[in-house]
Structures are given as structure tokens and as C-alpha cells.
């Protein structure tokens, strides 16, 4: 069928562990194509984004990325890989 | 006339604008909120059903690109009754008109920049979006992710606050949180709002309809100084070098208003969207 060819975004979750505190990868991307959010979530309390794990990276809008490679050299923890079909 | 005015306008009430029509701002609207039921109070919680719908359809564009134009188009012709939210851009004198007549009016950090450029907006100099109605006096039952809490405002100081926005570059939206109830007026920029995203890349037209005008050039008046081209977030206006003026695309204009508020010789004027037969029913 019609499977499109997108990169794909490997996060290590396991280094990456506080993207809401570090964001140097979500503001340095051109095409914009990160989501973060918590998944510790409790009602009425503001999730410490310095948990580690309380946020995750998500590569929302993966099918933007043009594979320029700032977040995987912004990124101090190495947790990103980006592979192209 | 747009097909969410004629759903939920009232023709007698301020043209039949249904963002200016007082029972899309009521209490009552607010309180559907049951399973299955139209209202997915999207606002109150924001892992509610509506979000993950969204996501779903979102996420079958990586695996079926058929599929996934397949749902777009589905959810579109379900408009106000699909799983996608209502939002429409409108101009800085119609969310003015918004915001005398809501109540509360409140200052708050807005979702999209927190997920998709992990932007903290922690006191009133920093939000960006505005609350409207009832849910922004439950601000503190809200999850984590609306940080920082809420700024009450008057209709004055909110005009005042949506007209700052104005000068820096935001197109402004009227967001509903289920079915028809007006919940808040955005401040957008491409590509940090999800909805804006939503309608240019993913043709999702519910999200973010057009508003009811289109920007139009006078081109005695215009000088080509460019100031316009840079405010539009909507990719609608260039720069024609042949003529020394700008040129704006009709077609892609989402009636914002924002190069009309930013052009210093006022060579932009919105007109009626519905004044032109070949725009009027382009929402």
C-alpha cells in the first residue's frame, strides 16, 4: 500500500530523561517538530519538570524533519538518533 | 454565512456571529460534559477523549497515508460533531467585542507553547492565551500543565493585553471546549500552535476556520515597506517585485487582520469574506 517513507526519531528515554527542563533540542529544531509533556500527572500539583521521567520527548511532527541534525548535536545526553528510510 | 454560525448564531445577535451569540458563553454549556456527550470539557482536562482522538488520527498518517486523509476528510464533514475542536481566527476588533462579553476574563499560559517549544509562561507579563467563562474559576483544580496559574482581567485591561499581543505578530483565535462553548481566545504563531499546524500541514479545517474577512491591498496607499509580509502567519502575503507593492493571496488569507493592525499607511482594509463569490464559501 501507501506506507510513507519518514525518518525515523529514536529517543532514549533512559538518557533522556528531563526535556521539559533541558529543551535545548525542542527550541533548537527549525521545523519544530518535538512535543513534551508530563506523564507524571497528578490533579492540582505542577509536575517538577527536573523528575527525572516525569516528562517524555515525543517526535510528534516527525514527518517534518529534514534531517538537519541540530537536536542530535544540541543534545548533551546523546539520547537522539534519526534515521532516514 | 460559515457553517458554525449557522449552527450555533443567532442572526438577530451581531451579524450571527456565533463567537458573539451570549448562549455559546453560558454556565449551561459549560456543564455538558457527560461521556458521549457533545461537550468534551476539553478545557478541564486535557487528557480528555478529544485530545487522544486527535492524536489517533494524526498518528495513522505514519502508516497509511490513505488511511489518514481518509479520517481528515471524514472528520471534516462531520465539522462541530467530529472529534476535532472548533477554532476560528478572528480579527483584533472582534476579539475585543469577545471579551466585553465573557465573564471571567483571564490571562493564562498557553498548552501548545508548553508541549511543542517547552515555553514556560509563569506570570501575567508571560501568558499568552486568554481563559473565557466559568472553567477559568476552577483554575486550580487544572492539571500541571497549565502553569503558573491564571490573571484575572477587566474587559479593558484584557483589550489592552489581546492589543499587545496584536503588535508583536499573534493572530488571534477563538478556541470552543466542546461542542459550541467558547472557551478562550488564543494567541497564535506558526508553527508553535497546535491548531494553526493542525489546518496548514494536516488539512484539519475545523480546527482553525478562516475568519469572516480578507485582507485586501490599496495599492495607492501601499509603499512596499514590507511590514505586513513579515506579520503574516499564514505564509498568504509576499513581497511583488515587479510592481513594488505587496501582493496578497486571497485564497490563503485567513482573515486575521494582523498586516491591516501592522501597515503604517493603512493601505490593508479587511473586507467581507462573504462580499466575494469566489471566497464566500471558503471557511
Known amino acids: 500500500m501507501t506506507a510513507p517513507k519518514y525518518p525515523t526519531l529514536e529517543i532514549d528515554a533512559t538518557k533522556c530523561t528531563t526535556p521539559f527542563d533541558c529543551k535545548l533540542c525542542i527550541q533548537a529544531c527549525p521545523q519544530a517538530v518535538f512535543f513534551t509533556h508530563a506523564v507524571k500527572v497528578e490533579r492540582g500539583r505542577e509536575t517538577d519538570p527536573k523528575d527525572p521521567g516525569a516528562y517524555i520527548l515525543v517526535p510528534t511532527y516527525r514527518d517534518k524533519c529534514t534531517g538537519c541534525m541540530d537536536c542530535v548535536e544540541v543534545c548533551p545526553v546523546d539520547a537522539l538518533k534519526i534515521t532516514f528510510p | ?283
Open chain 2, 1 to 283: 454565512m460559515c457553517w458554525v454560525c449557522e449552527a450555533y448564531g443567532d442572526p438577530e445577535i451581531e451579524n450571527g456571529r456565533w463567537f458573539l451569540n451570549p448562549k455559546n458563553h453560558s454556565r449551561q454549556m459549560y456543564k455538558i460534559k457527560k461521556p458521549g456527550q457533545k461537550a468534551a470539557a476539553f478545557g478541564s482536562d486535557p487528557e480528555s477523549q478529544s485530545g487522544r482522538n486527535i492524536q489517533e488520527i494524526l498518528a495513522t498518517r505514519f502508516t497509511e497515508q490513505e488511511e489518514f486523509q481518509r479520517l481528515v476528510k471524514e472528520a471534516n464533514a462531520m465539522k462541530g460533531d467530529g472529534p476535532f475542536q472548533i477554532g476560528q481566527v478572528i480579527p483584533l476588533k472582534e476579539a475585543h467585542r469577545v471579551v466585553e462579553l465573557s465573564y471571567p476574563v483571564a490571562g493564562m499560559s498557553c498548552i501548545c507553547r508548553i508541549l511543542t517549544r517547552a515555553a514556560e509562561e509563569r506570570n501575567e507579563h508571560e501568558y499568552t492565551c486568554t481563559g473565557l467563562g466559568v472553567g477559568m474559576l476552577k483554575w486550580e483544580r487544572w492539571p500541571e500543565r497549565y502553569k503558573g496559574g491564571v490573571n484575572f482581567m477587566t474587559a479593558d485591561e484584557a483589550k489592552d493585553w489581546l492589543t499587545k499581543w496584536d503588535t508583536k505578530g499573534m493572530v488571534h483565535s477563538i478556541m470552543t471546549f466542546g461542542g459550541s462553548y467558547v472557551g478562550g481566545i488564543c494567541n497564535c504563531d506558526y508553527p508553535d500552535c497546535i491548531a494553526i499546524r493542525n489546518r496548514i500541514d494536516y488539512g484539519i479545517e475545523t480546527n482553525m476556520l478562516k475568519s469572516h474577512y480578507v485582507a485586501k491591498t490599496n495599492y495607492d496607499l501601499c509603499n512596499g515597506c514590507g511590514v505586513c509580509v513579515q506579520r503574516c502567519q499564514f505564509g498568504a502575503i509576499k513581497f511583488e517585485v515587479t510592481t513594488d507593492k505587496t501582493n496578497i493571496d486571497q485564497m490563503k488569507c485567513f482573515g486575521c487582520g494582523l498586516c491591516e493592525t501592522g501597515c503604517p499607511r493603512e493601505a490593508i482594509e479587511l473586507i467581507d469574506r462573504e462580499s466575494l463569490p469566489g471566497l464566500k464559501e471558503a471557511w
